[in-house]
């Protein structure tokens, strides 16, 4: 299944790699996970001010692969809605997609994450990022937070349907996850207000915690 669209994981892989992303681990692992599993039967497109549902049936799998493999952000969920449910256009604020490959590991770079070291993400969406990360770190050292049930479910199987076996949490990932602490990292996909406490409790000792731009934290 995954074979059929290695050459556009390569391309994809090159031309990130040939950015401003300098860690060739991070760069493999967009050359590795198959992105097409992780978008599931539908996506939303930009039309104006609408989003319009586009369904992998419908557009066929050559145009699903180059929707896959372009390196942009795709919207899943529009205000709760599935793409694979809406009839039609829909107004609305995005309430899940999967973040351009490019960040996800420009995120993970900045991060300074490496090879050992155990991640909190929080925000599993589609479970694409969460993917990347295990396919460097291992699925011991990955733990992913999810609050839509019905989201956390579909990421669970494709992670599953792609060779991954995180620990996986369907909560508020405001609250971090205790039981799997400490972490080396934090790493956010949604948007917050604050750094919760939580995070800073979890992260193992070595300073405190500090963002940026990009959402990440980790002790300095
Ligand atoms: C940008 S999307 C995730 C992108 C994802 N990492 C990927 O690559 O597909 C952000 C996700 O965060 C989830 N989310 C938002 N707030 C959350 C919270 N407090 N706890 C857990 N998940 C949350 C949303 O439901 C959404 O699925």
């Known amino acids: 299944m995954t074979g059929d669209t290695a050459s556009l994981r390569r391309a994809l892989a090159a031309k990130i790699g040939g950015g401003s992303l300098k860690d060739p681990a991070w760069r493999a692992a967009v050359g590795s996970v198959p992105r097409e599993l992780f978008l599931g039967a539908g996506l ?3 039309h104006g ?3 319009e549902p586009v369904r992998r049936a419908t557009v066929g799998e050559e145009e699903w692969h180059r929707l896959a493999y372009a390196d942009t952000t795709w919207v899943t969920q529009v205000e709760g809605v599935d793409a694979t449910e809406a009839v039609g256009p829909l107004t609305g604020r995005p309430t899940s ?3 351009l490959p490019s960040l996800v590991v420009r995120t993970l770079e900045v991060a300074g994450i490496h090879d050992g070291d155990k991640v909190l993400e929080i925000g599993t969406g589609t479970g694409y990022s969460t993917a990347v990360i295990c396919h ?6 990955v733990t992913s937070v999810e609050y839509d049930s ?3 479910e579909s990421a669970a199987a494709s992670l599953h349907t792609a060779g991954y076996a995180p620990t996986l949490v369907t909560g508020d990932g405001l609250h971090g996850y205790r039981d799997g602490a400490e972490y080396d990292a934090v790493v956010a996909t949604c948007a917050v207000r604050h750094i919760p406490r939580s995070w800073r409790w979890q ?3 070595g300073g405190s915690p ?3 731009a990009a959402g990440w934290w980790r002790p300095a």
């Open 44 to 46: 939303f497109r930009p």
């Open 49 to 51: 001010s609408l989003w």
């Open 97 to 99: 997609s999967s973040t």
């Open 136 to 141: 460097r770190l291992g699925d011991a050292n």
């Open 150 to 152: 019905r989201l956390a």
């Open 203 to 205: 992260l193992r000792d």
């Open 210 to 212: 500090h963002p940026s």
